[in-house]
């Protein structure tokens, strides 16, 4: 694949922060139009939105823009996703006050 086809419509800083790589070298890329494969497939992965995970709980995840799309297709901002620490301690907190045993009070 043609790094320059590859990266069209990127700028040098963009390429930059998904390769890992400093801007002069990615210019010498660009200005060659050769990439090592690794490099390539960083950019390739970023094109298509596929989370570079090799891990099968990950497997029909994808970024879109700001969003990460889970298989079924329901995307999820980052700060919903930051924020499922409070969620679980909540559910936890509900499961301790439901095995708790049930206390009635009884006017009279």
Known sequence: MIFRDLCFGLSVK???????????????YLRTNKAPPHVLHLVNLYRVGRLPSLHESWRGWRMNGELLVDPDGNGYRANEIKSLWAVRQLRRELERLRARPAQFVMDF
């Open 14 to 28: 963009e390429i930059s922060a998904i390769t890992y790589r400093h801007p002069s070298t990615v210019r010498r």
